[in-house]
Each structure stands twice: as structure tokens, then as C-alpha cells.
């Protein structure tokens, strides 16, 4: 059968113009011939290949569809999306960012964009007196009755990314930023990199499945390694991660091409070898024997906070953790909450979109736990998972939590343009590669500015809120100052949509609540429902 004329068109024509131009008696049109034989050359490999049905009926012509598909996310972001649309995070609330960042003016015209009387729309509640002596900072210490070296936390500290998802630049720039403001910085479960401690920030460092910077050659924990990290005194917390929101329950597999001298020397494994972060942790398979393994952390590190880290999953488990806590007499001394909404540098689709609990519901189930179980008073409680603004915070502190952190909201202060390439090492502005020609244009001085003064006016911010709530300080913030609407015509309190349980009413009478049948199903001896 003879090829259509779609196929052999645009060759037949490109062939053409190539012999016109090649006889063509004025020698400037000659120069022609600079781009037409390219154009000839990729039409006939296009014409002539058989791995794609629409580059080999289409010659050149189909390109242009891979080219709009690249250009697509910036087109969208830039020309098509309103104010308020965009995923993860609009133009307005990016451009909140952008502005803290840059220390330009962050105020909005002719009042609010949404349409207040939708189920987007959810406010706090104000008062006639406004509080305007109120403490222009507040602080989290945290670590319990074990804790021989609490640390004084800052309400919004820097979310877990690792050296390797980021660039050392990015890294740079982060904790610099967190040095100038006094405020904490997050390994991410890669370990710490010359990067982390190139300018003294405070660090929390998180351990994940994989046990990067303190492994055994087979993968496993060594406790000696461990030690020698933790009484480091840049190191200020430690936080064991069981499970992020973007992608809970998920291992992972970093191929021995990304695995760099620099990246192998931060997760101590060997360069160019597959690295494999299992599912789940080898140290503990109990609630129990996670307590057990806190306590030897506690001690290894001299003392200092330690934390755990998860996107809330099966609500029976976390009272299992807590059932534990009280069988043992040893408990983290904070909690973090991180949202199905919390982002990654790569995950399965089905994971971001299906699996794991939102913040919100995820920071009522763990507040109740604690508070339900007499526990809140010395473990803190973290939230993370899309927080951006003071407003955000003040979200957060009026279900429960004592402190927050955020990842994208801080590479938007380095200047992340959310287009999306996080995880083909190909990001434009340099924050989510490992070319270092793509890092050529983060400046580490002018970045990290950036991230201390967005972190600084974010928490001005939350003050202001405060300030207008007529409260003292942020912890004051409770669920029925919050309303949420449920319809056109109707809004309810946030503690008539979600129960928020009395101190003690888990451990007096677990039937009598909401919780009763998840209270039967945990023990601490075991993450599976007992019944």
C-alpha cells in the first residue's frame, strides 16, 4: 500500500527546498540551506524510524506535539490559570511566597478573591479587642522529663528534603537562612551532607528506613555510627520517619547513577550502587519496640529530642503508639503530622492522589490520642503538609499542633517556579537538580536572605492574627475560633464538624467516644488490628 500523503509530505517538501536552495543563483538565499538540511535530516530519521506511530506518519510535524507538551506547564501556570487555580499551589498563594521572600509589598486590593459563601471559604474569628500586647515572638521548647537537652523551637522551621532531591546550592542556601533566623533545618532521611553543616544551622536529623548516616554495610542500624552523628552540636533534634504524606508506606530505590561521591558520602553507602530505603523499618516491628528503640536513640544522642514523623494511615495504629507509650514510660518527645497533601520530589500517581490521610483529619486524630491518653503535656505536636502562610499556621495551632514546618513553601523562597521537574533532574531554577551547570544561578548569599526573611514574615503574619483574635499567643487558638462552610448557607465551628476529646476520656471511657472501636482494635505489641 502506498504511504499517505501526511508522511511523505513534509520530507518531499523540506527535500525540495533544499534543491531550490542549492541551485538558487543568489548566494544569501544558500544560507537557507543551514536550516532547511537540519529540518531535512530530522524529517527523514522521523519518516524512516518505527519506535513512534506518530513521528513515523507525521514526519517533524509530530514534534511540535512534544514540544507544547514540555511547554505546557509553564503556559498553564503563566497565561491560562487565574489567581486562584493551580495545583499543588495557586498563583496567589506562590506569589505570597515570591513577595515575603523578597521582602516587597505582600498586600491584596479590593478584598478577597474567593467566593465566600463556597466550601472554599473558612475563616477565623476575630475580636472587638484585639490583643496588641501581645509577645512580638513565642517559642517551642521541646523534649520531655528524659530530655537532657531540650531545644528552643521556632514555630515554623524548614520540612525534611534531602541533598540529593535538592542541590547542594539549595542546600546551601536553606540552612544558611536558618542560621540567620534562628530557626531549624531538616536533613530529609539522605543524611547530613557537607552542605547541611557548611553553615552552622540548626539541625533536625531525620532517619528514615534506610538509615543513611548512621548504616551497617547490609543496610541495618549501627548504633556507634549513630552516636558519633547525633552529639554533633549543629544537631539539635532527631526524627525518625515511618512515613511521609506524598507517598505513605512507599519505599524506594535511588539507581546507582544518581548515587554521586558527594550523595554516597552523606548516606554512607558506596558511590555508583543501588541504594534501597525499604518500606518499613528493620529496628522495630512492634509499638513497642519502637518505644525501646526512642529510648536508645535518647541516650546515643546525649540527651536530645527525639521525634517521630508520619502521614496518619490506620487510626488504630496511632493508638497503638500510644498504648505503647504508656505500657513503656518512654515517648517521643515530638510528634510530626505530615498530610497526604505533602510533596515529594517524585511518587507513584496512585499514592499522591489515593493513600494517606490529609493533614487536617491526621492532626485531630493524633491531638485526640494524646490528649484522650494524658500525653499532650510533654510531646509536641508537629504539623506539615502544604502550611505556607500565617494563616496556614494559625490552621494548624487551632486543632492542636505546637509548632509547624514546610519544604515547597521554602524552595518557593529560593525561587522555585513549580514547574514541575522535580524528578528528572531537570529544574530550571537549580533548587532540584544535581547538573551543575543548572546550579549556576542560585546564589547562596542572595537565597538564603530570601528563606530567612519569608520565614520571618510569615511568623509577623501569624502574630498579626493573633493580634486580631485577641489572644496571647497562638497555642490559645482553638477549633471553635474556626469555622468551615458546609454549604451556601450554612457554617459550622470546626469542633461541631470534628470531636475534639476531653484530657483523659481514652483511658475513662474509650466506648463513650467516636474512637471506640479503633481503641478496641490496638494493642501495644502489635500494628495489626487485634480485632
Request: hydrophobic residues 40%; neutral net charge.
Amino acid at each position: 500500500m502506498a504511504p499517505t500523503a501526511p508522511r511523505y509530505l513534509v520530507p518531499l517538501i523540506l527535500l525540495l527546498v533544499v534543491a531550490g536552495l542549492a541551485i538558487a543563483p543568489w548566494p544569501t538565499l544558500r544560507w537557507g540551506l543551514v536550516l532547511a538540511l537540519p529540518l531535512l535530516g530530522i524529517a527523514l530519521r522521523d519518516f524512516f524510524q518505527r519506535s513512534h506511530t506518530l513521528r513515523r506518519n507525521y514526519p517533524l510535524v509530530a514534534r511540535i506535539r512534544w514540544m507544547m507538551e514540555d511547554l505546557r506547564p509553564f503556559m498553564q501556570s503563566y497565561i491560562i490559570e487565574d489567581d486562584l487555580e493551580g495545583r499543588p499551589f495557586s498563583h496567589e498563594e506562590r506569589s505570597l511566597v515570591y513577595a515575603r521572600a523578597k521582602g516587597e509589598l505582600d498586600a491584596h486590593p479590593m478584598g478577597t478573591e474567593y467566593d465566600v459563601y463556597s466550601e472554599e471559604y473558612e475563616w477565623l474569628g476575630h475580636s472587638m479587642v484585639p490583643n496588641v500586647d501581645a509577645p512580638l515572638e513565642w517559642r517551642k521548647t521541646i523534649g520531655g522529663p528524659e530530655t537532657a537537652q531540650p531545644y528552643d523551637s521556632s514555630l515554623l522551621n524548614i520540612s525534611a528534603m534531602s541533598f540529593g532531591s535538592l542541590s547542594a546550592k539549595a542546600i546551601e542556601a536553606l540552612n544558611k537562612g536558618a542560621a540567620a533566623g534562628n530557626f531549624a533545618h531538616n536533613t530529609g532521611e539522605g543524611g547530613i551532607s557537607r552542605y547541611h553543616r557548611s553553615h552552622g544551622g540548626d539541625l533536625i536529623w531525620e532517619i528514615g528506613s534506610g538509615y543513611f548516616g548512621c548504616r551497617t554495610k547490609n543496610g541495618g542500624f549501627d548504633p556507634d555510627r549513630f552516636a558519633d552523628q547525633a552529639q554533633d552540636q549543629q544537631v539539635k533534634m532527631v526524627e525518625i520517619k515511618l512515613s511521609q504524606g506524598a507517598k505513605p508506606g512507599h519505599g524506594g530505590v535511588l539507581p546507582g547513577a544518581k548515587v554521586t561521591a558527594e550523595i554516597a558520602e552523606a548516606r554512607g553507602v558506596d558511590p555508583g550502587r543501588d541504594v534501597i530505603s525499604p518500606a518499613a523499618h528493620s529496628t522495630f516491628s512492634t509499638p513497642l519496640e519502637m518505644m525501646e528503640w526512642i529510648g536508645q536513640l535518647r541516650r546515643l544522642s546525649g540527651g536530645k529530642p527525639i521525634g517521630i514523623k508520619f502521614c496518619v494511615g490506620q487510626v488504630h495504629e496511632v493508638f497503638a503508639i500510644g498504648k505503647a507509650m504508656r505500657a513503656t514510660g518512654i515517648a517521643p518527645d515530638y510528634i510530626v503530622v505530615d498530610g497526604a497533601e505533602g510533596g515529594t520530589g517524585a511518587a507513584p500517581l496512585e499514592l499522591s492522589n489515593n493513600v494517606g490521610m490529609p493533614l487536617r483529619e491526621g492532626l485531630v486524630v493524633v491531638r485526640n490520642m494524646l490528649v484522650g491518653m494524658n500525653l499532650k503535656d510533654h510531646i509536641a505536636l508537629g504539623a506539615s503538609g502544604k502550611v505556607h502562610s500565617g494563616a496556614g499556621l494559625a490552621i494548624s495551632f487551632a486543632i492542636g499542633a505546637d509548632f509547624c514546618n514546610a519544604a515547597r513553601a521554602f524552595m518557593f523562597s529560593l525561587g522555585c517556579v513549580q514547574s514541575m521537574r522535580c524528578h528528572t533532574g531537570e529544574c530550571p531554577t537549580g533548587i532540584a537538580t544535581q547538573k551543575e551547570w543548572r546550579q549556576q544561578g542560585l546564589d547562596v548569599d542572595k537565597k538564603a536572605e530570601r528563606v530567612t526573611r519569608f520565614q520571618r514574615q510569615t511568623l509577623h503574619s501569624l502574630r498579626e492574627i493573633v493580634v486580631a483574635m485577641g489572644h496571647d499567643s497562638p497555642w490559645h487558638i482553638r477549633a471553635e475560633d474556626m469555622r468551615e462552610r458546609l454549604d451556601g448557607a450554612r457554617a459550622c465551628q470546626l469542633d461541631d464538624i470534628h470531636d475534639f476529646l476531653e484530657p483523659g476520656v481514652l483511658l475513662d471511657d474509650p466506648e463513650g467516644t467516636r474512637y471506640a472501636r479503633s481503641w478496641r482494635q490496638a494493642r501495644a505489641d502489635t500494628f495489626r488490628k487485634a480485632i
